[in-house]
């Protein structure tokens, strides 16, 4: 029986982030409405929304390049 661990360790790698942003998400703007009331919680959630834009664009280029260099390793 073969293990693929690599796989394993990149799904354990994407659950691990994801679950960080749903706490950064839901514990932090959470304490925000808590403390502050709705219209920050609403400004807490486009701020982490804002904050969150380069984290996404540097994912997509991580991908852009593991895809240009699949291709490349093909030929």
Do not use: H
């Amino acid at each position: 029986m073969a293990r693929d661990l690599r796989k394993y360790a990149r799904q354990t790698n994407i659950r691990l982030a994801v679950g960080a942003i749903l706490v950064l998400f839901i514990v932090g703007d959470g304490l925000i409405y808590l403390f502050f009331g709705t219209s920050a919680a609403v400004g807490g959630i486009l701020c982490l929304l804002a904050g969150m834009v380069p984290v996404i664009l540097t994912y997509l280029v991580l991908l852009l390049f593991e895809w240009i260099k699949k291709r490349a390793d093909r030929d």
